[in-house]
């Protein structure tokens, strides 16, 4: 069953249309990767689905069509976003990040076990607790980044480019954390990502955007095995 549902998405910024009727969906508990250079449209994806900018089309969430819903409403309903750049409050702490991350929820004494299992998962934010997040890492502010879009137990987290600016070390701990989420959380996941290789790994299908458009999908290892993505995003 489809979790999220899109179909001729249409988006931009102004008058300047970037999505041209893409279509696409996320099953239950699946990781879906969206591949493309830049400038493809990827990002524009993920900020329409969120409700960052208008948006037309067919969208809908669990069964209700969220066009035309503001961020934080969207947000509640259960799609989690970890936005380019990551996105972290820097002169909040660590900790404060997280909180705010679960702004919607009343559960105080689960709030705080989450917030116990992240710095569990990423034990390196427990030791930067009561640190400035800006003050971080950009490794250490992607996995702040990633915790605190979790805090809000989605049903679905959109990721994009989360391994911009890393390492190759830390990127393989990330995507391999990302991957231990699916599983054991049953998170579904929407990634944007231009390293295709590790996405390709964690993935159950992905898409191929160009200039707005889905121009190729499959499996991931139909992707991963076919001869222009492999040339184009491969690196083979």
Known sequence: MSLLEVRDLIAGYGPVRVLHGVTFNVDEGEVVVILGANGAGKTTTL?????MIPAK?????????????????????GVGHV????????????????????YSRRDRAQINADIERWYAIFPRLGERRMQAAGSMSGGEQQMLAIA????????L?????????LAPIVTQELFRTLGDLNREDGVSMLVVEQNAGLALGIAKRGYVLEVGRIVVSGSADELAHNDDVRRAYLGI
């Open 83 to 102: 936005p380019q750049g990551r996105g972290t409050l820097s002169d909040l702490t660590v900790h404060d990040n997280l909180l705010l991350g679960a």
């Open 148 to 155: 605190r879009a979790l805090m809000s137990r989605p049903r």
């Open 47 to 51: 900020r329409a689905l969120s409700g």
């Open 57 to 77: 089309g067919v969208v809908a969430f669990a069964g209700h069509s969220i066009v035309g819903w503001q961020t934080d409403r969207i947000a509640t309903a």
């Open 157 to 165: 987290v959109l990721l994009d480019e989360p391994s911009l600016g």
